[in-house]
Every structure is written in structure tokens, then in C-alpha cells.
T-cell receptor
Framework: GDSVTQMEGPVTLSEEAFLTINCTYT??????LFWYVQYPGEGLQLLLKATKADDKGSNKGFEATYRKETTSFHLEKGSVQVSDSAVYFCALDRDDKIIFGKGTRLHILP | GAGVSQTPSNKVTEKGKYVELRCDPI?????LYWYRQSLGQGPEFLIY????????DSGLPNDRFFAVRPEGSVSTLKIQRTERGDSAVYLC?????????????FGPGTRLTVL
């Protein structure tokens, strides 16, 4: 079945460092791809999405490109802030449901 | 406007008891989803409503789990004869029209602990 695999955390970086969180997927067809974020004490929020191959989703300085050839949707940010500390989930949609990865916890040190 | 709300925020119960978890979707959203998030895992789909009817309940783990949405707005997830393995955060989400490309907006979740 369809699935999402993302790098295990926690990931700890210093403020202003470059961030990459790897995500690969297995799916039939061409699903939409998402990154969701869960800040401490808050609900899941959609961070960005891409609906077709080569699309780039972006929001709040984060970017991810839908790579069909490598079945990947890696999350990147050029300069992270302490406020980016959260759990990040890569996901895809299959019919009427979202299939999530296990999540990657990110700690940003001041 | 108000987001998705869920009550209670925390529920502690004993093994074998019955529990109900409530979800209030964003006003006007016709699609409503329930997910379950176990510790250290991503959310897993349980059931999807379009209006009052369950369009897809393939994620419900067994017949102890049931959900309703009688008036097409508020939904209740019901768990009978709870087991310790049911302990998790139960998430509700809603979206405007149920299109596969609509953004799903998540509530803060209900943390269920079965002792």
C-alpha cells in the first residue's frame, strides 16, 4: 500500500543553520504531497503542499519540491529559527484520506 | 473564525469502559475526518464523513469503534469496551467540500488514556 518514510529525529540544529528533512513515498499514481507541522501544544497545521510533479510548495521560508523520479519531497529551509522547533510530518493523499509519515522532531538551539 | 474544536482535551478511563469523543468542525465544512495518533507515530486514518454519511470507514480498527454525524456538523467517535491499546491522541479534521485536494484543518485532539 501507499506509504511515507521520513528521516528519524530528533534533529537538533543551531539557529540560522540550513535544514533538510528527507521524505520519500511509495504510491500508485501521482498523489498530492504535504508537509504538516505540529508546534508544541498546538494542533497539526498544513505547512505546504504540491499537487503534481516538479511543483514546489513553499511557506514561512520552507520549501519542498515534488520529485517524481526519486519519489521524494524533502523539506528545506535556508536559515532556521528557534520558533521552528516542532514536529514535522510528511504526507500524501490517497482518495479521501491522508497518509502520514512518523514525524521528525526538530529542536533549534539559540 | 473558529477552528476545529474537540472535547474533552483529555480523557482517562478504565479498561472495559465506554467513551465518547466529540468534534466540532469549522462551520460550513461538509467533510469531516477522524485520525488516531499513537505515541511516536504519525496520525492514522479512521473514518471520513461527507455530510451525515460515513463515506469511508475502512480505518476503524474493529467493531468496538463507531462514529456518527447525525446532522452533518458535530461528530462523535464512540469506543466500546476500551482496551489499553486504544490509548492515543484522537484527531479530528474538516475540509470545505470533501474534494481530495481540499486542505484538511485539524483540531487539537483528545488524548485518551485507558488504564
Amino acid at each position: 500500500g501507499d506509504s511515507v518514510t521520513q528521516m528519524e529525529g530528533p534533529v537538533t540544529l543551531s539557529e540560522e543553520a540550513f535544514l533538510t528533512i528527507n521524505c520519500t513515498y511509495t504510491a500508485t499514481g501521482y498523489p498530492s504531497l504535504f508537509w504538516y507541522v505540529q508546534y508544541p501544544g498546538e494542533g497539526l497545521q498544513l505547512l505546504l503542499k504540491a499537487t503534481k510533479a516538479d511543483d514546489k510548495g513553499s511557506n514561512k521560508g520552507f520549501e519542498a519540491t515534488y520529485r517524481k523520479e526519486t519519489t521524494s519531497f524533502h523539506l528545506e529551509k535556508g536559515s532556521v529559527q528557534v520558533s521552528d522547533s516542532a514536529v514535522y510530518f510528511c504526507a500524501l493523499d490517497r482518495d479521501d484520506k491522508i497518509i502520514f509519515g512518523k514525524g521528525t522532531r526538530l529542536h533549534i538551539l539559540p | 473564525g473558529a477552528g476545529v474544536s474537540q472535547t474533552p482535551s483529555n480523557k482517562v478511563t478504565e479498561k472495559g469502559k465506554y467513551v465518547e469523543l466529540r468534534c466540532d468542525p469549522i462551520s460550513g465544512h461538509t467533510a469531516l475526518y477522524w485520525y488516531r495518533q499513537s505515541l511516536g507515530q504519525g496520525p492514522e486514518f479512521l473514518i471520513y464523513f461527507q455530510g451525515t454519511g460515513a463515506a469511508d470507514d475502512s480505518g476503524l480498527p474493529n467493531d468496538r469503534f463507531f462514529a456518527v454525524r447525525p446532522e452533518g456538523s458535530v461528530s462523535t467517535l464512540k469506543i466500546q469496551r476500551t482496551e489499553r491499546g486504544d490509548s492515543a491522541v484522537y484527531l479530528c479534521a474538516s475540509s470545505p467540500g470533501g474534494s481530495f485536494t481540499d486542505t484538511q484543518y485539524f483540531g487539537p485532539g483528545t488524548r485518551l488514556t485507558v488504564l
